[in-house]
């Protein structure tokens, strides 16, 4: 083997275990799941400062939503948004606060399901 077609070997390595991550850190889950719905996102201080001034109305708290297992975490990611926004909608809603979230193992294939606590909210 070549010494080119072995760094180009090491290098396909590196990013295909690279891409193979389970579950994202609190601080990238944070930054990139709002950006993914099309609802409105709210911290949770914000979605009770919200609540409290009258701004927003609380429709459904602490909803659990289970997404679709995906092919990345990425892919997790997607369809916990879709999740999110479908049931934001069903509940008459237009914005929503994260209260937690997590990504189980399932069966022993390694592949994740992404968990997502939210509350459903009315905001004008």
Do not use: H
């Not at 609190?26 to 993914?36: A, D």
């Not at 939503?65 to 069903?90: L, R």
């Not at 809603?93 to 009315?122: C, H, K, P, R």
């Amino acid at each position: 083997m070549s010494k080119n077609t072995l760094v180009i070997v090491l290098i396909a390595s590196v990013l295909t275990v690279s891409g193979c991550a389970t579950s994202m850190t609190p601080s990238q889950f944070l930054e990139e799941f709002p950006s993914t719905t099309n609802s409105t996102y709210f911290d949770q201080p914000s979605a009770n400062k919200a609540i409290s001034n009258g701004r927003c109305e609380l429709l459904i708290e602490s909803r659990k939503y289970v997404s679709p297992i995906g092919f990345t975490v990425e892919g997790d990611m997607e369809y916990g948004a879709t999740g999110v926004d479908e049931w934001v909608q069903a509940d008459n809603g237009n914005a929503y606060a994260l209260d937690n979230f997590e990504w189980i193992s399932v069966g022993d294939q390694g592949a994740t399901q992404l968990i997502i606590y939210f509350d459903t909210m009315l905001c004008n």
